[in-house]
């Protein structure tokens, strides 16, 4: 990282408070050093040598703010990212799933839609599909529009196909998207199940109940009271006895309600609400 991009902490406080007051995002909670050398990083691509033209650009240019707000929050993602997780959702989730007569999944800080894409493969793949409500959230409006589009990088394919079938998958991947030019589209089946939807964890409230809330690479970001709150706001939207996913490097072990869950799968992070 260039040096002349770099903040101060004073500064990067200016900067929380300047874009909750103008925007609206609360970013107070979020990991310091992490947003630290994302908002240094938005600087260095803009090419911003002081914290003054960065304020200057967020209060007056709003289609910078929305630039901003999408580099500052981007997420990586992929499909069926880590696919022992996936494989442990059809042997240990799945089948209880199954015992529901509509099933409500949340999958909090989606990105661009490939984990939920994944999630609704599997459950086609179980019969579950058709009686499952998805329901997708993120921060940002233009994570949100990339993900209801369905829009993949034909040159990822080939990945995400090896971890569709390393996470179980048996049915040949191309059955699930459209080649279009450099990209696959994922089939209108798939993207109609899906409500996507604009929600953000560090102020928002429960929306509904669920039996499975996946959270995974999210929190990360946050800093230790966020994923508390966070972690409150799953437990209160999960019906009793319903599912928590998180990331692989994720935990529940600092939260004040880690009691209130039981580990499914430690090595996948899968979590059970206890009644």
């Not at 996946?214 to 009793?240: G, T």
């Amino acid at each position: 990282m260039d040096s002349q991009t770099q903040l101060t902490a004073e500064e990067l406080n200016e900067i929380i408070q300047l874009i909750y007051t103008q925007h609206g995002y609360d970013f107070s909670d979020y990991a310091r050093s992490s947003l630290l050398r994302r908002v240094a990083r938005c600087m260095a691509i803009a090419e911003f040598k002081t914290s003054y033209e960065l304020k200057y650009h967020l209060i007056n240019d709003k289609s910078f703010f929305a630039w901003f707000l999408e580099t500052l929050t981007v997420n990586v993602t992929e499909m069926f990212r880590d696919p022992i997780f996936y494989k442990e959702l059809r042997e240990k989730v799945i089948p209880t799933l199954a015992s529901y007569p509509i099933i409500k999944v949340w999958h909090a800080g989606c990105a661009t839609g490939e984990e939920v894409y994944s999630m609704a493969i599997l459950l086609q793949e179980a019969g579950l599909l058709s009686r499952t409500k998805m329901y997708a959230t993120d921060l940002n409006p233009v994570n949100l529009e990339r993900a209801r589009q369905g829009i993949i990088p034909l040159k990822q394919i080939k990945e995400y196909t090896t971890n569709y079938i390393k996470s179980g998958g048996k049915n040949d991947f191309s059955a699930y998207y459209t080649a279009q030019y450099d990209n696959a589209i994922i089939h209108k089946e798939y993207r109609e199940e899906v409500v996507f939807a604009r929600h953000n964890l560090a102020v928002d409230q429960v929306f509904n109940e669920f039996q499975l809330i996946c959270c995974r690479n999210v929190m990360i970001y946050f800093n230790q009271e966020l994923q508390n709150r966070a972690v409150h706001l799953f437990h209160d939207s999960l019906s009793p006895l319903g599912y928590l996913a998180i990331g692989i490097k994720e935990s529940l072990l600092f939260t004040d309600i880690k009691e209130q869950f039981e580990a499914i799968s430690p090595l996948a992070r899968i979590y059970r609400r206890k009644k």
